[in-house]
Structure formats: structure tokens, C-alpha cells
T-cell receptor, first 112, second 115 residues
Framework: KNQVEQSPQSLIILEGKNCTLQ??????????LRWYKQDTGRGPVSLTIMTFSENTKSNGRYTATLDADTKQSSLHITASQLSDSASYIC???????????FGAGTTVTVRA | GAGVSQSPRYKVAKRGQDVALRCDPI?????LFWYQQALGQGPEFLTY????????KSGLPSDRFFAERPEGSVSTLKIQRTQQEDSAVYLC?????????????FGAGTRLSVL
């Protein structure tokens, strides 16, 4: 069973609107959680990284939250742009482990 | 270079053919990872190098898969006698140090199609 589950699998939003992506994980002991953006045909690019003590982190119009108690994270995209169309992957790493656990990603399509 | 470079970007192979995929990590990065990404899925770990040492190859799906990083820089992932189920995007990532918090920087990947 995958240790990182993401929802929804995909979503379509209109340009300028906001959206929120969800990530639940069971990885333990927890070290950090990252959100990556993967454009079609490209490798994933890191957006944010949060450790146990961090509840929120922003990168421009992207804001990630983390609740380490419930093992949930969200990625909020504000005022979406066409260039936000991509797959967003939640990635969790365990303490003292170089391996990363990847979610299957949420495919976001922004339409004009 | 400024980022992780992978070549070729696309590879079409006939079933049974051997292929070699190349990864040029960011200069000075100690750790190098190979991942396999199926369509619509997140990357799956294949193998990990710390400098030239292959410390973990537990994700390699079969003995047809072989990876090397002889001088601790460029790495090659070789797949022998390719099968249709090997069709995927192969991603390479590097990070500056071994510590788990280090961000992994990904290449654009090699899309392998086995006919």
C-alpha cells in the first residue's frame, strides 16, 4: 500500500480561481514533506519543503500546510494561471532515510 | 551544467534490445538516484549512489537492470533485453549531500518506449 495518498486525482479550474490539493501519509518516523510540480515532459521541481515543526510555507502563489499530528498536508494555489497546469506530487521522507515516498500526484488543468 | 541532464530524452527500443540511459548530475552532488515513473504515477525508487558507491539497488525490478557511476559523477542505467513492461520515464535526481532533508533535483527524464 502506498504510504502517500493524494486527492483529487485530477481537477480542472478556471484561470484566476483558487484550488487546494490534499496529501495524506503514513510514513514514519517523519522527517519532512515536500511538494513538487511536474510539468508535462519535465522532471519534478521542488516547490516547498516542511519539517515536523513547520505548519505552513509559501512559495509565491503556492502555500503548503502541514499537520504532523493527523499526517495531512495541503497545497493551495491562489489566483491560478495557465502555467500552473501540471502534476503536483506530494513527497514524504522518513527520518534518517534517503528514500522518498511519492504520491501518485494530482493533475491540475487551468483553463482560460 | 546548471541542472541535472539526462540523455537521450526519448528512446524507442525493440523488445529484446539493450538500452543505456545517461545522467549528468549537478556538479559536486554526492547523492544520485534513479527512479522509474509509469504514466500517471509518482516516481518509484530504483537505485541510489553515494559518490561512486551503489548503496541501494533494492528497487531495480530485475537483474536485467544495471546502474553504475564509476567516477562518482555521470551515471548510466542499463536495461538488457528490454520488455514492454519496461516502458516508462526514467528520472535521475541528485542532491548535494546524503542528509534526507536535502532537496533532490530532478532531470527531465528519458521516456523509454519498448515496442
Amino acid at each position: 500500500k502506498n504510504q502517500v495518498e493524494q486527492s483529487p486525482q485530477s481537477l480542472i479550474i478556471l484561470e484566476g480561481k483558487n484550488c487546494t490539493l490534499q496529501c495524506n501519509y503514513t510514513v514514519s518516523p517523519f522527517s519532512n514533506l515536500r511538494w513538487y510540480k511536474q510539468d508535462t515532459g519535465r522532471g519534478p521541481v521542488s516547490l516547498t519543503i516542511m519539517t515536523f515543526s513547520e505548519n505552513t510555507k509559501s512559495n509565491g502563489r503556492y502555500t503548503a500546510t502541514l499537520d504532523a499530528d493527523t499526517k495531512q498536508s495541503s497545497l493551495h494555489i491562489t489566483a491560478s494561471q495557465l502555467s500552473d497546469s501540471a502534476s503536483y506530487i506530494c513527497v514524504v521522507s522518513a527520518l534518517n532515510d534517503y528514500k522518498l515516498s511519492f504520491g501518485a500526484g494530482t493533475t491540475v488543468t487551468v483553463r482560460a | 551544467g546548471a541542472g541535472v541532464s539526462q540523455s537521450p530524452r526519448y528512446k524507442v527500443a525493440k523488445r529484446g534490445q539493450d538500452v543505456a540511459l545517461r545522467c549528468d548530475p549537478i556538479s559536486g552532488h554526492v547523492s544520485l538516484f534513479w527512479y522509474q515513473q509509469a504514466l500517471g504515477q509518482g516516481p518509484e525508487f530504483l537505485t541510489y549512489f553515494q559518490n561512486e558507491a551503489q548503496l541501494d539497488k533494492s528497487g531495480l525490478p530485475s537483474d536485467r537492470f544495471f546502474a553504475e557511476r564509476p567516477e562518482g559523477s555521470v551515471s548510466t542505467l542499463k536495461i538488457q533485453r528490454t520488455q514492454q513492461e519496461d516502458s516508462a520515464v526514467y528520472l535521475c535526481a541528485s542532491s548535494l549531500e546524503v542528509v534526507a532533508k536535502n532537496i533532490q533535483y530532478f532531470g527531465a527524464g528519458t521516456r523509454l518506449s519498448v515496442l
